[in-house]
Each structure stands twice: as structure tokens, then as C-alpha cells.
């Protein structure tokens, strides 16, 4: 089964990091495609909200500051 991403547009910015994980799945396979589905339709902002996948991926259990940081460098 494959998903497209699936972000809908919104009206305001995202002000406060405590909002974002309420209306994105940050943890989500496919936040970068949504990403670039925001930025080629130049959104303001968007969200997860009505995505199929809002829900299904889970934050990572060990070592998060790895999966938030990129190590290619390193």
C-alpha cells in the first residue's frame, strides 16, 4: 500500500512550537513530500489534519536527537 502525501493548506502560521506536533506528524515517512507540496504551492503553512497518516507514525523510542539531527557529516 502506497501513500501520497496528503497536506492541506493553512490560513495562518504556525507560531508556537508547542502547536506544530497537534496539527503535523512530524515523525511521518512521507513530512518531507508534504514539505515540498507546501513549498510548490507556496502555503503560508499547512497541516497533517485531514491526511490518512496523521496518526500511524509513531515518535522514534531511542535515540530522537539522532533521527532530529543530521549526522551525514559526522
Known amino acids: 500500500m502506497t ?5 492541506s493548506p493553512l490560513s495562518q502560521l504556525i ?19 508534504c514539505l515540498d ?3 510548490k504551492a507556496d502555503w503560508d503553512s ?3 489534519e485531514h491526511c490518512s497518516l496523521f ?4 515518535e522514534p523510542r ?4 539522532d533521527f532530529a539531527h543530521d549526522r551525514r557529516g559526522a
Open 3 to 7: 501513500f501520497q502525501p496528503n497536506p
Open 15 to 33: 507560531r508556537s512550537e508547542t502547536i506544530v506536533p497537534g496539527l503535523r506528524n512530524l515523525y511521518c515517512y512521507n513530512y518531507d513530500g
Open 37 to 39: 507540496v507546501a513549498v
Open 46 to 48: 499547512w497541516s497533517c
Open 55 to 58: 496518526e500511524v507514525s509513531e
Open 62 to 65: 531511542e535515540h530522537a536527537d
